[in-house]
């Protein structure tokens, strides 16, 4: 089954950007895969951040819009979150997921911590 793996989370001050990546594996159909960016910070639920459908669409919730965008590369198996504009309420831990055909698969997650 597909592996994914996320990197570029870390520790960066307010108003700054952090570009995340999300390295999928052990797929040959990572093309047909929608995927998603979800976060989930200290005591809330988990929720989906953004999403690129197989054909390049992308959809985000509205406390993100204009300040992230997202991104895939076929050829690589790699799908991107730029963030920018990052605030306090943007802490949480973010997962890279990919779904196919009622199949759901997730990352491991990358923190990000933003300081005021």
């Known amino acids: 089954q597909v592996q994914l793996v996320e990197s570029g989370g870390g520790l960066v001050q307010a108003g700054g950007s952090l570009r995340l990546s999300c390295a999928a594996s052990?797929?040959?159909?990572?093309?047909?895969?929608?995927m998603g960016w979800y976060r989930q910070a200290p005591g809330k639920q988990r929720e989906l951040v953004a999403h690129?459908?197989?054909?390049?669409?992308?959809n985000f919730t509205d406390s993100v819009q204009g300040r992230f965008t997202a991104s895939r590369d076929n050829a690589k198996k790699m799908v991107y979150l730029q963030m920018n504009s990052l605030k306090p309420e943007d802490i949480a831990v973010y997962y890279c997921?990919?779904?196919?055909?009622?199949?759901?698969?997730w990352g491991q997650g990358t923190p990000v911590t933003v300081s005021s």
């Open positions: 997921a990919a779904s196919y055909r009622g199949y759901n698969y």
């Open positions: 052990k797929t040959t159909i990572f093309r047909l895969y929608t």
């Open positions: 690129i459908t197989a054909g390049g669409s992308t």
